[in-house]
């Protein structure tokens, strides 16, 4: 899981990176100093995920801007959620760019593990 | 003949047309329509294709003068003219309204639209409006946009005052075209002057009676809206589709806790949830009011946040 934060954070982009399932968190690059940033992260896009899903509806991509930053969340697959930090100034399809990458990866990691079998 | 061309650009109400009236020798071209648009609390006509002028600055010399619609619907006409009409203009003069709640977020905002426009040409800030705002200056202006490391030009003008904005192209042009008699020009123009006095206001007037809800359903892309009080108490609601509402009502409780448990963090702007074939849900807060809105998804969230933040500063007038 890490490789994939490694792939998702880049200078002047995305400052740090998690991979959460649920309430859980598999992995992360979010330092100290952001730990709230991340706590935040986790609980609101939980939320707002699962209230989408709720309603059956298929958003799967949340920006949450507070104070100068912004707290990006894409829903991967099921309930895997990658949160990205970035500046508020930031170009968003930059962000965006980045996450497809990690989705990207993880699809070819399942595919790979799928063609052992 | 030398012909020189210039662009002016900037956000509805920034003073596009009314600068390219102030300068021109001939009379202007410009193509309003109703507004349809987050501005139309702020008035009812705007340009939908361009505004044209022509400025003559010596026999043998004149200046084109172009300015791009103010409204997101109309963008792709910013295309077309940075593509075709004025692909070889000497600048890009971009004017922002000092009123606004946050006019850096308009620069930002145009910087990104036309930054390819800009790499090979000049660009000049022209601050209008700040007879009705003061704040921000012009030392808290070069400020800011050195922080966002953007080293140009920045003058305070009164789109009205045709010597005013006659400034701005002497800063353009001056050290490329020689000879010209600026002050001789300036008395010319001054018939142009729209200055208090000849001013008409019956447009402003107009749109007094114009609510939040109905600015917000009027814009493109927009297809429903929630308005909440400071209390984030909803004052009124339109929202079609019951999932979208019910979504974008737990946006809303999420934006509200968050204010109260992470306000330590900074403000809480914005909470925006898109998806692939999905309405975007948006909820945009500041201190007096907060404005939840679904959007069409082909909107990008650059746009709706300009709308958005267009929509709650007008709606404080």
Known sequence: MIELLNLVDHPGVVECSSILKGKEVLASSFPEQYKNHATIAKQSFNYVFATAAKMKSKHDEAHLEIGDKRLSGFLLKGDLILVCLSAKDSNIQQVRKQARQASAKLLKDELEELSKF | ?317
């Open chain 2, 1 to 317: 003949m030398a012909e020189y061309k210039v662009l002016f650009t900037g956000s509805v109400c920034s003073g596009k047309t009314t600068a390219i009236k102030s300068l021109s020798d001939i009379e202007t071209v410009d193509t309003d329509t109703s507004v349809s648009d987050s501005a139309i609390r702020r008035k009812r006509k705007t340009t939908i294709a361009m505004d044209y002028g022509i400025l003559d600055l010596k026999e043998d010399s004149r200046l084109h003068l172009y300015g791009t619609p103010g409204q997101e619907r109309f963008k792709f006409m910013w295309e077309l003219m940075m593509s075709d009409l004025v692909h070889d203009a000497e600048g890009l003069v971009l004017l922002v309204d000092n009123t606004r709640a946050d006019p850096f977020k308009d620069i930002q905002f145009y910087i990104e639209e036309f930054r390819d426009f800009i790499v090979r040409r000049r660009l000049i800030i022209a601050v209008t409006h700040s007879d009705e705002q003061e704040f921000p200056d012009h030392h808290f202006y070069m400020n800011r946009l050195k922080e966002m490391g953007l080293f140009t030009t920045v003058l305070f003008i009164d789109a009205r005052d045709p010597s005013s904005v006659l400034e701005v192209i002497k800063e353009l042009l001056d050290h490329k075209e020689k000879g010209i008699d600026w002050e001789a020009m300036g008395e010319r123009l001054e018939v142009n002057s729209t200055m208090p006095g000849a001013v008409k206001q019956d447009e402003v007037a107009q749109t007094e009676d114009i609510s939040l809800m109905d600015a917000a359903l009027n814009t493109r892309g927009i297809v429903g809206a929630i308005h909440l009080d400071d209390k984030r108490e909803v004052l009124s609601s339109k929202i079609e589709n019951p999932h979208n509402r019910e979504i974008l009502k737990a946006m809303v409780n999420l934006v509200s806790a968050l204010e109260k448990k992470a306000g330590f963090l900074g403000h809480i702007e914005d909470l925006i949830l898109c998806g692939k074939d999905q309405e975007t849900l948006s909820v945009f807060v500041d201190e007096e009011q907060a404005l939840g809105l679904c959007s069409d998804r082909e909107l990008s969230i650059n746009v709706v946040k300009q709308q958005a933040a267009d929509l709650l500063q007008w709606s404080k007038e």
